[in-house]
């Protein structure tokens, strides 16, 4: 939560500011373009003319967070409430940084100051229901939230953690019901077609409907298998969605695109991750509708089928340490590349990467190239992941749309999960009844990867 000086017109003359005022003017100018590293080289040379600038410590510390420098950005934000050792703002924004660090009992403390003071700011109201849930205070969040509702009943964010607080909770259809209010976001709301019927579970015989994507590409794998099931109800159904699942949706019913110019010619439209709740889906009552059959006999490249072929009678076991860096949870579910080369080491084994996108070259950074074999840059889309996965013997990789898809395939995956996974996967438990062929390996402790990889590690040379 960005902090700005309050100050009068008079007061704001450029006369009347002292040098460190300037510096630190200049600093929120280059926050507010989002230029980090500019904007904390001002506030640096704020704090060397005024050492007692809180605000300029707070914001030093933001950008610092923003960077990922977690460490330092508590350290500056420390620095800021030894000035303003009540001011909500540096309270909440310390409660942020202690989630990073992996100290959710003290982040909930810290909100809870900040709330208390400022019962009606829904950041800081937000910013607690965050600390609760990562805390595992699933129904403190609830509470949090019931409570804001109160005063706002429609307001989009609130409701959002709400559903999320529900679904940790496992009470499903609550949490459906909730969870449709997503469509009040402006980010999600933009994907709405105009002037489409949304299907409330009216009758399909002989209707056509379009489903659209929604969120990220695990979602859309996982939701997929509802798709038959909208076709047995005697839809016609044409699926839209990214290029790059085309082929792996090819063999669900319907037609898939990646444009509609003709919207009207539907009778109903439907997101993909409003059919689980449309369909009535509760795990703790009965198992989700199994995966549909997928696209997974795509012919290969000839260099990338080389490549999958040079494992030398060796096991065959493809990695993903990292899913979309742009998911706000990204930096708790990654692990390091790090963490998968010791496995590298167990005799028999050859480890394949299938890392696609920014972290693609974490794997030559740590010096792994040549000892893990790289398949990520070869891969064009979803249906020729698919057919590598069918190729492999395992597959051990963080919660990423990979692990969805090698589930969905019915294909052995060793899903490594941190302390707060998303809701899917439960709490507790080795197993998902969403995928019956995962086996969760979960962090003891918040962000104990450690653990989780010498647990794979042992189990693997039980396994060959």
Known sequence: MFSTAMTSPIESAASSLSPAERFYRRGNGAFQREDWPAA??????????????????LNLGLCLRRQGHIEAAYGCTLRAQELMPDDPTVLTNLGNILVDLYRAEEAVACHKRAVAQRPDDIRMVRNLILALREAGRFEESLTACDRYLEQEPEHNQVLWERAQALFYLERY?????????RWQRAAIREQLPADLAFWQGEDLSGKTILVFEEQGFGDKILCARYIP???????????????????????????????????????????????????????????????????????????????LDAGNGRWKIGIVWSGNPAFYNNSKRAASVEHFLPLAQIPGVQLYSLQKGPNEGDLAQAGGSGLVIE???????????????????????????????????GLPIWNLLHYRPYWLYGSTGETTPWYPSMRLFRQPTPGDWDSVFDAVAEELKRSQ
């Open 40 to 57: 904390a080289g001002f506030y640096r040379q704020a704090l060397e003319l005024d050492p007692a600038h809180g605000t300029a410590w």
């Open 173 to 181: 259809p609550e949490a459906w019901t909730t969870f449709e209010h």
């Open 229 to 307: 099931l909208l076709a047995a109800r005697g839809a016609t159904v044409t699926l839209l969605c990214n290029p790059a699942l085309h082929g792996l949706f090819s063999t669900l019913p319907g037609k898939v695109t990646a444009e509609v110019t003709e919207p009207e010619a539907f009778d109903y439209a439907v997101a993909m991750m409003s059919l689980p709740g449309l369909f009535g889906t509760d795990p703790t009552r009965e198992a989700p509708p199994p995966p549909p059959p997928l696209m997974s006999k795509a012919k290969l490249p000839e260099r990338l089928q080389q490549r």
């Open 375 to 409: 398949l990520g840059p070869y891969l064009k889309n979803f249906a020729q992941t698919a057919a590598i996965l069918q190729q492999l013997d395992l597959s051990i990789m963080t919660d990423s749309g990979i692990a969805h898809l090698a589930g969905s395939l």
